[in-house]
């Protein structure tokens, strides 16, 4: 099992530019999230998808848009990216319910210039 | 709103023991999580303890819960340079939410 796949590993964007992070994992969750991961800023959480056909914002939503296409995949996309999204994104998942057993990817890191 | 707080550095002797510790403010949090964060991975969830109890233990790990304080610690027995990494607090409010993290390093 490969868990949660996170691609790109690396990716550098100019300001403006649009991209999409792309999240599939293969343990059958149902709930799967987007954190950002900021320095002295611990992990703020973006968009979250409880289970398939279903997505709400997080602490931190604007500038995001996200699509649970499946069961198997979430993906977050950045419209018109800013340096401010600079960051370490970092999708996880979940069975659902408690306890929230959550696992994550390797994380995505992201320059905008 | 929910908030977790964290020190953020702790540096500790290989050998000695390690303790973390957590506020919560969310007092109808059924389970708390500490999660572990290895350089360049995403993080590991380490152990989680049920509200309802005071301890638990994990082979080098315990776990404290003061439900009053809101208070929750990690202690980690005989810590080893591999435990060196950034651990974090969790609660549930609606959704897993993260402290700030905690770094942990240890020397040999």
């Known amino acids: 099992n490969a868990g949660v796949t996170q691609t790109p590993k690396f990716q550098v964007l100019k300001t403006g530019q649009s991209m999409t992070l792309q999240c599939a994992q293969d343990?059958?969750?149902?709930?799967m999230y987007w954190y950002r991961q900021d320095p002295g800023m611990g992990l703020r959480l973006i968009y979250y998808s409880a289970s398939e056909g279903t997505t709400d914002k997080g602490e931190v939503p604007n500038g995001y848009n996200v699509s649970r296409l499946n069961k198997r995949e979430f993906s977050l996309r950045l419209e018109s990216a800013a340096p401010s999204q600079t960051s370490v994104y970092f999708c996880?998942?979940?069975?659902?319910?408690?306890?929230?057993?959550?696992?994550f990817g390797q994380g995505t890191r992201l320059t905008v210039v | 709103g929910e908030d977790v707080e964290q020190s953020l550095f702790l540096s500790v002797r290989e050998g000695d023991s390690s303790v973390i510790n957590c506020t919560y403010t969310d007092s109808s949090s059924t389970y708390l999580y500490w999660y572990k964060q290895e350089p360049g991975a995403g993080l590991q969830l380490l152990t989680y303890?049920?509200?309802?109890?005071d301890m638990k233990q994990d082979q080098r790990l315990t776990v404290l819960l003061n439900k009053k304080d809101k208070h929750l610690s990690l202690r980690i027995a005989d810590t080893q340079t591999g435990d060196s990494a950034i651990y974090f607090c969790a609660e549930t409010y609606s959704t897993l939410t993260f402290g700030k993290g905690t770094m942990l390093l240890v020397s040999p």
């Open positions: 996880a998942s979940s069975p659902g319910g408690e306890p929230t057993e959550a696992f």
């Open positions: 343990m059958n969750h149902n709930s």
């Open positions: 303890i049920f509200s309802n109890m």
